[in-house]
């Protein structure tokens, strides 16, 4: 699914206008002058760094916003130069939309995190019992190459790349072939995995620090110590990046447990 986007002028002049800031054009070539990102995170409290497609990559994940490689030139076909796309106007209108207290518009739908099914749990219910409680599902194989290559063969805690003893969990518990999604996936090595669908290890979004981190319950830090509060290993690509709306719905399931703690 794909829509057409808005010029950049368009939505530079949103987000000027939004923010109270002096009106700004693009020059030759569509690049945004870099004193328009300097004047966004000036007014939002974000430290100035060079490099536009740097400075605009700090302001979106200042409000807590996945930032992606499309949203700069750089990743172009054509090289595009050290400008920001926008695209990734867009994700910055949609930061200072968060930090005046507002809600972000939608991206395009191949930019926004993955979202499981609201009625995921019935579906999961009316499985055959033999598809809930085994890994040897259909496509199950394709789906294990696929997310373990997105994470360089590695676990993505311990970062081991021993391939026999490293399992794909889902985030989100296996509901069908649609969850099978790269972003409802980690790489686990096969204790971490029986953990992860226990609910005695967490991987969460540290909104302060902009880093997905692990934690264990308790009950098992005796032995897993080394593991907590670790940040997870990512994969190269952001776009294969763990949902942060699937991690929130797996911590949701085992809330109770956790609030013995």
Same mark, same amino acid.
């Given at each position: 699914?794909? #829509?057409?986007?808005?010029?950049?002028?368009?939505?530079?002049?949103?987000?000027?206008?939004?923010?109270?800031?002096?009106?700004? !054009?693009?020059?030759?070539?569509?690049?945004?002058?870099?004193?328009?990102?300097?004047?966004?995170?000036?007014?939002?409290?974000?430290?100035?760094?060079?490099?536009?497609?740097?400075?605009?990559? #700090?302001?979106?994940?200042?409000?807590?916003?996945?930032?992606?490689?499309?949203?700069?030139?750089?990743?172009?076909?054509?090289?595009?130069?050290?400008?920001?796309?926008?695209?990734?106007?867009?994700?910055?209108?949609?930061?200072?939309?968060?930090?005046?207290?507002?809600?972000?518009?939608?991206?395009?739908? !191949?930019?926004?995190? *993955?979202?499981?099914?609201?009625? *995921?749990?019935?579906?999961?219910?009316?499985?055959? #019992? !033999?598809?809930?409680?085994? @890994?040897?599902?259909?496509?199950?194989?394709?789906?294990? !190459?696929? /997310?373990?290559?997105?994470?360089?063969?590695?676990?993505?805690?311990?970062?081991?790349?021993?391939?026999?003893?490293?399992?794909?969990?889902?985030?989100?518990?296996?509901?069908?072939?649609?969850?099978?999604?790269?972003?409802?996936?980690?790489?686990?090595?096969?204790? &971490?995995?029986?953990?992860?669908?226990?609910?005695?290890?967490?991987?969460?979004?540290?909104?302060?620090?902009?880093?997905?981190?692990?934690?264990?319950?308790?009950? /098992?830090?005796?032995?897993? #110590?080394?593991?907590?509060? @670790?940040?997870?290993?990512?994969?190269?690509?952001?776009?294969?990046?763990?949902?942060? &709306?699937?991690?929130?719905?797996?911590?949701?399931?085992?809330?109770?447990? *956790?609030?013995?703690?």
């Amino acid at each position: 699914m794909t #829509r057409s986007l808005p010029t950049k002028n368009q939505i530079i002049k949103e987000i000027t206008d939004l923010l109270g800031l002096p009106p700004v !054009e693009t020059t030759v070539g569509s690049s945004i002058p870099s004193i328009f990102f300097s004047d966004v995170a000036s007014t939002m409290g974000i430290p100035i760094v060079s490099g536009m497609p740097v400075m605009a990559r #700090r302001i979106i994940e200042n409000a807590g916003l996945l930032w992606h490689p499309d949203f700069s030139s750089e990743s172009a076909p054509s090289g595009g130069g050290g400008t920001v796309t926008a695209l990734g106007l867009l994700q910055v209108k949609n930061a200072a939309l968060i930090w005046l207290g507002h809600s972000p518009d939608e991206l395009p739908v !191949e930019y926004q995190d *993955w979202e499981p099914d609201p009625d *995921w749990q019935t579906k999961r219910e009316q499985l055959p #019992r !033999e598809l809930r409680e085994t @890994i040897d599902r259909p496509g199950a194989f394709q789906f294990r !190459e696929l /997310v373990l290559s997105a994470y360089e063969n590695k676990c993505a805690i311990t970062g081991s790349t021993s391939i026999q003893a490293i399992e794909v969990a889902h985030i989100v518990p296996y509901y069908g072939a649609e969850s099978d999604h790269i972003e409802n996936a980690l790489p686990l090595r096969a204790d &971490l995995h029986k953990l992860f669908d226990k609910g005695l290890l967490i991987v969460y979004f540290h909104d302060r620090e902009k880093r997905f981190k692990v934690k264990l319950h308790d009950f /098992v830090l005796h032995d897993y #110590r080394d593991f907590q509060d @670790i940040d997870l290993k990512l994969p190269v690509d952001s776009a294969n990046l763990p949902s942060r &709306l699937a991690l929130s719905e797996h911590e949701e399931l085992f809330k109770n447990m *956790w609030q013995v703690i």
